[in-house]
């Protein structure tokens, strides 16, 4: 997935305030419209990530905070990690 | 054609020399084994040989209370994981002689049901097993008690390679009586930097050949049964029946859930791990209530976001570390102490380990009623194959090929003006290409020829250089890219160099076909 996004494995974000709260869905469309460097269909589906990604908030699975619907916080940390399936 | 004749002839006979030698090889680890074993089998009863005996799973009570306390509540006699029950568990039929006297002074003098006699000395394990397992009968975790139950588990190990080949060093050395291993593939040059128990001796010969051959030279009381098969759906739930734990060191997207699914239907825990580039991933699923790797993962990755070993490249430790983590957390899990309950994942690059807390078992999976589990067909549901070779592709006409042989016949022997265009990257451009070729990566290949949009100077001009000549020749590592590139010239010329004909082709299977058909001695990878 780093490579996606121009190579770099950490972005520092500061997300526009508007009226709604951010949740993750609109933050993974942020992604995609603003730093993803190149093939989205890797990255999403839909309005989701696509399958064989996990998506954790603060280092926990996603589906513990509802996955899309989640409003991020100030200082949190998503990361989007990629299954493996080499040995 | 005398040329050519002559070269087939040569690599004929190449081939054919390869294959004697690969017989040999094989011939020789036979004899080699049939000689070990006689060699073992003429010894006089010794510690080695009554391990079937002195091993039993009802501990005596008696005389195990004193280092019970001790151990902790995790070590008590409960069963792993549902697992079979020991009479299911495979064993080799016991052919020594349970009291014989023995000629050797260092024998025990009498081999009894649950323990071994040296004269007046009682001991639990025979001298050699005793000896050999101190170290850790020695924790507190492990104990005489976890000892045993390591002796009398079996584990299968999906995978002989990157994870696989620490994991099998680890649960033999600790003493895992048996030990499954399932691999259909063979051990090649390429997969040595990290597949670290086969050998430059051992290249050619099938991985569960070499990787047993390992085993027994650490240690000769590991039980090894060896599968060089394919797990499908047709065999997969008979194998892991047989066996307490299975281990994941596939390499396979199918494989993964082809295991998950078999290992539901047969409740075993399974022991899972992966590795690419510098990344790890560790994780036991189908465990005392936690998820299964559906429960995580319900929809396959397309195939196309699947990187291999093969293709990505991988540091040899990382898949090192993973399998030598999947040891630590099968002994445990054998003897009874608490597991990983999170998704482990190591970044080798930040050397940085990360335990992500995950989902509860989901209530809609398949878990939810393992025994009504389904297997299917596994290459159908993920869109790929059971294993981490790239396909060839084909999506040009056959005029559109160019083989090797008749490339350097017609063109490089004739000397006739033409570009070949290399697109592989970086990297192995630089690792080994023809001295002729131009180089453009992938990407740079799809700025250059784009239907649209800005391409910078330096591409411009190679795009020019390219398309000097009339000949143009498009090589890449398989021929599958390459032929992507074909395409993507053709349309850029019939737009932009209306009138000018081209010769656009695509170098046949690429370098691999160099090495197949023109110069063996060339590297692949």
Known sequence: ?87 | MDTEEAVRKVAQLKEKIRQLKEDLTNAETELETILEDRAFKSRPTDGASVRDDTIRRDVSNERDTNGAGQRGAHSTDSQVGDPASPEEIHREPNNVNQTTESDNPNGPVKVEDDCVWYGEVYSKFSKDITERYSRQILLDQVGVMGQEKLLNASVLIVGCGGTGSPCIQYLAASGVGTLGLADYDRVELSNLHRQVIHTTHTIGQPKVTSAKRFISAINRNTIVHAYQTLLDTSNACDIIRRYDVVVDACDNAPTRYLLNDACLREGRPLVSASALGLEGQLCVYNYKGGPCYRCIYPVPPPAETVGTCGDNGVLGPVPGVMGTLQAVETIKLLIGLPVMDKLLVYDAELSKFLSVKLRKKKEDCVCAHPADTQLVDYEVFCSSRANDKTPDISILDPTEHLTALDYRDEFLARRVAHTLLDVRSVDEFAMMSLNIASHATMADVQLMFAEAGECPAFLESLREDILAHRHVFVICRRGNDSQKVVQLLKRYVERHRPGVVYDIRNIKEGYKGWQKYVDNRIPTY
């Open chain 1, 1 to 87: 997935i780093v490579l996606l996004f121009g190579k770099v494995k950490n972005h520092d974000l500061d997300l526009p305030t508007g009226e709604k709260p951010w949740t993750i869905k609109g933050l993974i469309e942020w992604l995609k419209l603003n730093k993803l460097t190149e093939r989205p269909e890797l990255f999403v589906q839909g309005d989701s990530v696509r399958p064989g990604i996990l998506v954790l908030i603060n280092e926990a699975d996603w589906e513990l905070y509802g996955e899309l619907t989640y409003e991020l916080k100030e200082n949190d940390t998503i990361m989007f990690i990629s299954t493996l399936h080499g040995g």
